[in-house]
């Protein structure tokens, strides 16, 4: 049973779909810096200074009454909080993952149409009468010499 599970584990399709899903975490992990750090900072600042990471909404007030400077400071307190700015920075980290991964995807594609040959075309074709095969440019079949200027 353990041999059987060490093939399984050490396929090449296993292999690859572990190093595709550390990939992706680590990737995941630059694309939510990139947003919450990069992009933005410069849109909360042309919408007004507004930090989305930092946007909610009180649900129920805690211990210490509102109104709270941030979403650490409301959950210190003890406060029920809808944290949306967070949700809002988590669709537009999915946004840029899901355009990444279609961009890959798409040059992948775009590879394997290169490498398939095209259609070769056709230097021979089939005589009607006897089925020889005879060079595509011929008007009388070599074998039974039928006439192929019709054809």
Request: hydrophobic share 50%; charged share 20%; proline share 5%.
């Amino acid at each position: 049973m353990l041999k059987e599970f060490k093939e399984f584990a050490m396929r090449g399709n296993v292999v690859d779909m572990a190093v595709g899903i550390i990939i992706g975490a680590a990737f995941g992990s630059i694309v939510s810096s990139l947003v919450a750090d990069i992009i933005m900072p410069p849109i909360g600042l042309i919408l007004g200074k507004v930090d989305f990471s930092n946007l909610f909404l009180i649900l129920k007030e805690g211990t210490i009454p509102a109104p709270y400077a941030s979403i650490a400071d409301a959950q210190k307190a003890g406060a029920v909080t809808l944290n949306y700015g967070k949700f809002i920075n988590t669709i537009i980290s999915f946004l840029i993952v899901a355009f990444a991964v279609f961009l890959l995807i798409r040059n992948i594609n775009r590879f394997k149409r290169t490498e398939e040959a095209p259609l070769a075309v056709p230097i021979t074709k089939e005589c009607p009468y006897c089925l020889s095969i005879i060079p595509l440019k011929a008007v009388r079949c070599g074998y039974c010499t039928s006439d192929l200027k019709g054809e």
